[in-house]
C-alpha cells in the first residue's frame, strides 16, 4: 500500500476514534452517573436531564449545517475543529462547580459531536467511493457506536474504581490524543480542498419538509429513537436502581446489553435488507410495534412490581431498533431526489434529535411530580412506584403515534420514488 494511501486509511481510522468519543459522550452522561451528579450538586431529575437536553439540542440544531460547512471547508477541517471542541467541553465537565458550567461544558460537547457524521460520510465517500463505501462506512459506525458501549458498564467500572471527575477526565485526554492523531494525519495526507460557494440551504430543506412521502417515517424513526435514548442514556440506569433496587455496576450491564443489540443490529440490517430483495418498511413496521410493545412491557413490570430480568426484553428491543440506521437513512434518500440526499439525511437527523432532547426533558420533569414523595439517600433522589407508573404510561401513549405512521410508510425497494 502506497504511504499515503495509509496516511488517508489511518485518517479514517482517527476520524472515527473521535466520532467514539463524541457516541461516548452522548450515552454516558448523564445516564451512567445520574446519581453522582443529582448527589454532588445537590439538583433535580430535571436538572440532571437537561444536560441530555442541551447536548441534544445543539446537537439538532447544527444537523442541516454540519454537511454545508464539510461541503465548503472539507470534511477533515471541520473535524479538528469539531474535535477541539468536544475535548474543551469533556475536559471542562468535570471541573464544573455549578449547573451553569455543566450546561455550557455539555453545550460546547454537543456543538463539536454536531457536525461529526455527516463530515464522516462525505470523507468516507471521498477516499472509498463505490463499492468499498458501504463496508468501510459500516466499519467507522461500528467504532463510532462502540464509544455508546463504552459508555455503559465498562464507564460505570471506570466510576466505581476511581470517581466520576477523574474518569471523564481520563476520557477527555484520550479524546485529546485521537484529536492530535487526527491532525497528524492531515497533514500527511496534505489534502487542498477548495472553498466553495454557499449553496442555497434553505429552499432544499423546504423542499424535503414538503416531501409528504418521508412524514411516515420522520414521525417513526425520531419518536421511536427518542424512547431508546431515553432508555439508554437518561434513565435506564436509575429506574432500574430506583425500582429494581441493584447496585449501579449491575444496572448498567442492561444498557450494556442495550448498546451491543444496537451495534450488532446497525451491522446486520443493511445486509438482511439486501438479502429480502431491499425490502424496507419491514424494519420500520417492526420498530413502531416493537417500541409499543416494549412500553407495554416495561408499565406491566412496574405496576406488578416484577423481577429486575423482566425489564431486560423492554430495554433490548428498542435497541435492536435504534441500529436500522442504514435502512432509515436509505429510505429517506430514497424518498427525496437523489441530488438531496445529505439534505435529506441532515432533516432527519435534525427532526430525531430535536423530538430526542424534548423527551428527555419531560421524562425530568415526569419525575420531579413526585417528587415529594421520593427519599433521598445519600444526596441521590429515590423516586416511587407511582412515578415510574406515571413515565411509563406516558412512553406507551407516545409508542402509538410510531406504530400507527409505520403503517403509512411507503415500500421503495431499494428505488428511488420521489415525484
Not at 467514539?20 to 452522561?29: G, N, T
Not at 429513537?225 to 450491564?253: H, M, R, W
Not at 432509515?328 to 438531496?340: P, T
Not at 433521598?376 to 412512553?395: D, H, K, M, N, R
Amino acid at each position: 500500500m502506497h504511504n499515503k494511501r495509509k496516511y488517508e486509511v489511518a485518517m479514517v481510522l482517527g476520524m472515527a476514534g473521535l466520532y467514539f468519543f463524541s457516541f461516548f459522550q452522548r450515552v454516558a452522561i448523564p445516564g451512567t452517573i445520574f446519581n453522582e451528579l443529582q448527589s454532588q450538586y445537590s439538583i433535580s431529575a430535571a436538572a440532571v436531564t437537561r444536560l441530555s437536553a442541551i447536548y441534544l439540542f445543539v446537537y439538532a440544531s447544527m444537523q442541516v449545517f454540519a454537511g454545508l460547512l464539510a461541503d465548503r471547508f472539507g470534511g477533515i477541517k471541520v473535524i479538528i475543529i469539531s474535535g477541539c471542541l468536544l475535548f474543551a467541553g469533556s475536559l471542562l465537565f468535570p471541573f464544573s462547580e455549578g449547573q451553569t458550567e455543566l450546561y455550557l461544558s455539555r453545550a460546547l460537547v454537543g456543538l463539536g459531536a454536531s457536525m461529526m457524521y455527516l463530515c464522516i460520510v462525505k470523507e468516507t465517500d471521498h477516499y472509498f467511493r463505490g463499492k468499498n463505501f458501504a463496508p468501510v462506512f459500516g466499519l467507522i459506525c461500528f467504532i463510532g457506536y462502540s464509544g455508546g458501549l463504552v459508555g455503559t458498564r465498562p464507564f460505570r467500572g471506570l466510576v466505581e474504581h476511581t470517581n466520576w471527575q477523574t474518569a471523564c477526565i481520563y476520557v477527555a485526554a484520550a479524546t485529546f490524543v485521537v484529536l492530535v492523531f487526527c491532525w497528524i494525519m492531515m497533514q500527511k495526507v496534505s489534502r487542498e480542498d477548495t472553498v466553495k460557494k454557499d449553496s442555497e440551504l434553505l429552499p432544499s430543506i423546504m423542499e424535503i419538509l414538503k416531501n409528504k412521502i418521508s412524514y411516515p417515517l420522520l414521525l417513526t424513526t425520531p419518536v421511536c429513537y427518542s424512547i431508546y435514548f431515553t432508555i439508554q442514556a437518561t434513565i435506564g440506569i436509575k429506574f432500574l436502581e430506583d425500582f429494581c433496587e441493584i447496585s449501579p455496576v449491575a444496572a448498567s450491564n442492561y444498557t450494556f446489553v442495550m448498546m451491543f443489540c444496537t451495534i450488532s443490529s446497525m451491522m446486520l440490517s443493511g445486509y438482511i435488507s439486501k438479502l429480502i430483495g431491499n425490502k424496507r418498511k419491514i424494519f420500520v413496521l417492526f420498530n413502531g410495534i416493537s417500541t409499543m410493545l416494549a412500553m407495554l412491557l416495561l408499565l406491566c413490570g412496574v405496576i406488578f412490581k416484577l423481577p429486575p430480568l423482566f425489564f431486560l426484553p423492554g430495554y433490548i428491543l428498542p435497541a435492536i431498533n435504534a441500529g436500522y440506521t442504514p435502512v432509515n437513512v436509505s429510505l429517506m434518500k430514497e424518498y427525496n431526489r437523489s441530488d438531496k440526499a445529505a439534505v435529506s439525511i441532515g432533516v432527519m437527523n435534525t427532526v430525531t434529535y430535536v423530538v430526542v432532547a424534548l423527551m428527555s426533558q419531560l421524562t425530568g420533569r415526569l419525575l420531579d411530580l413526585f417528587k415529594d414523595k421520593a427519599i433521598v439517600v445519600e444526596g441521590a433522589t429515590i423516586y416511587p412506584q407511582t412515578a415510574y407508573v406515571t413515565l411509563f404510561s406516558f412512553l406507551l401513549a407516545v409508542s402509538l403515534i410510531p406504530l400507527a405512521a409505520s403503517f403509512f410508510c411507503r415500500e421503495t425497494n431499494g428505488n428511488n420514488i420521489y415525484k
